[in-house]
């Protein structure tokens, strides 16, 4: 599907307007509040820079973590400000909400070429709603609308999809325009085998793409939090690993369709547990038939790395959205670094390799070997739902070109 993006508006379409930037700015920090990946706000500035270098004024959204519709003071985006100010060399206008009078103020003020970023979007529970009314606030203080958030474009929130109906024109931002070429092209012609690696924590919006996945890849291989719901359906025991109960029937099923459809269904076969959630909790290797009551799993273990290595080895093209295990713990980050080598080799090779996701990102990054991928996305689940052939709300109610 075609659509109109940002480098179809000249100058003297943006010069002097305010313009509403949908991006990503849902960045890993640490327990002090750093980022750990700027990734996501270094992608978002050749969209940032080219309005700004328009004399547009730059009036950045996004969502950051899931605080359910309240204001969370450790979900502010203040730390992104900060981020986002030292790259672009230029101070970046901070709001303390995303709606209202005090944003209303301080957009009325700015001059041509200056940056605002709202407060998180998801602080009001309307913006997941995709609320009309609250869409209407949204778009009430700009003239056009860009969206730039990749990663968050298979939501069809209220600053994604309901503020394209009240902004004119809507057009796609520079990365928007990238991930897609890169991807589309990626997965409508795969060089084969084509592997998946699927982990990290959304478990229950990450297990259903699963289902889809199984009729476009040769291999999937699980990890992560992802795992242990598996297990469960299983009837093995998972001590206090994550476990989405309500998907243990979907799990039996995926399992019994990956037979049927002769797809290589591989979970990990040991897993590294610890007593606590914690960077010093103690921790063993344990095979997954022995996950000890009151532990959890935090990592997959090193025979599980092998397994996973040797079915990689052919691959000529892999995907991989979610961390093996709870590599910001560098006790359970093995997993992780060790399929993170892997594929970096396989690139070697001539394989493609796609990394996509925010802490998947950030994992790569810290390894070192982000430079050594085909592609970094910086969509998680977006890149996900795209492989499954998905339409991405975000996208599709853009203007087309
Ligand atoms: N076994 C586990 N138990 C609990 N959490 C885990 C486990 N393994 C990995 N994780 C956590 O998963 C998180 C990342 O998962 P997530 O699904 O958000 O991936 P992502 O790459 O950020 O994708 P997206 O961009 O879609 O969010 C990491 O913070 C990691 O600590
Ligand atoms: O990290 C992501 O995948 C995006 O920022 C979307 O976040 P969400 O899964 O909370 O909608």
Redesign the pocket.
């Known amino acids: 599907m075609a659509k109109k993006t940002l480098a179809s508006l000249s100058s003297a379409d943006v010069s002097g307007k305010r313009v509403l930037v949908r991006a990503?700015f849902?960045v890993p920090l640490d327990g002090d509040h750093k980022i750990t990946d700027d990734t996501r706000i270094r992608a978002a500035l050749p969209t940032i820079q080219d309005l700004t270098s328009k004399g547009a004024k730059v009036i950045l959204s996004s969502?950051f973590?899931?605080p359910k519709g309240e204001v969370k003071e450790e979900m502010r985006l203040t730390p992104v400000a900060t981020r986002l100010s030292e790259l672009l060399g230029q101070p970046v206008i901070k709001c303390d909400d995303c709606i209202g009078d005090e944003v209303a103020a301080k957009i009325g003020s700015m001059q041509n070429g200056q940056v605002a970023l709202l407060e998180n979007v998801r602080f009001h529970a309307e913006e997941e709603k995709n609320d009309p009314a609250f869409a209407e606030k949204l778009a009430a203080n700009a003239d056009l609308y860009v969206n730039d958030a990749f990663?968050?474009a298979h939501?069809a929130h209220a600053s994604t999809e309901g503020v394209t109906k009240y902004l004119s024109p809507s057009v796609a931002g520079y990365l928007i325009e990238k991930e897609l070429q890169y991807l589309q092209a990626a997965i409508e012609k795969p060089q084969r085998p084509l592997a998946a690696i699927v982990g990290g924590s959304?478990v229950s919006?990450k297990i259903g793409v699963i289902e889809t996945l199984l009729d476009k890849v040769d291999k999937i291989l699980i990890g992560g939090g992802m795992i242990f719901t598996f297990y469960k359906a299983r009837g093995l025991s998972v001590g206090k690993s994550l476990v989405e109960e309500d998907k243990l029937d979907l799990a039996r099923e995926l399992e019994a369709k990956a037979k049927e459809k002769g797809v290589a269904f591989l979970l990990p076969t040991d897993v590294i547990v610890a007593d606590n959630f914690a960077p010093d909790a103690n921790a063993q290797t344990v095979s997954i038939e022995n996950i000890p009551e009151g532990w959890m799993g935090l990592d997959i273990g090193p025979d599980s790395v092998k397994v996973f290595q040797e079915a990689l080895s052919d691959c000529k093209s892999v995907i991989w959205n979610g961390p093996m295990g709870v590599f910001e713990f560098d006790k359970f980050a093995a997993g992780t670094d060790a399929i993170a080598h892997t594929l970096a080799s396989l690139t070697g090779t001539g394989a493609s390799t796609i990394i996509g996701?925010?802490d998947s990102v950030a994992a790569v990054e810290k390894v070192g070997v982000a430079d050594k991928m085909s592609h970094i996305s910086t969509?998680?689940?977006?890149s996900l739902e795209l492989l499954e052939g998905k339409t991405l709300p975000g996208i599709a109610a853009l203007d087309d070109a």
């Open positions: 990503d849902n969502h973590g899931r990663g968050t939501r959304k919006s996701g925010g969509g998680g689940g977006a």
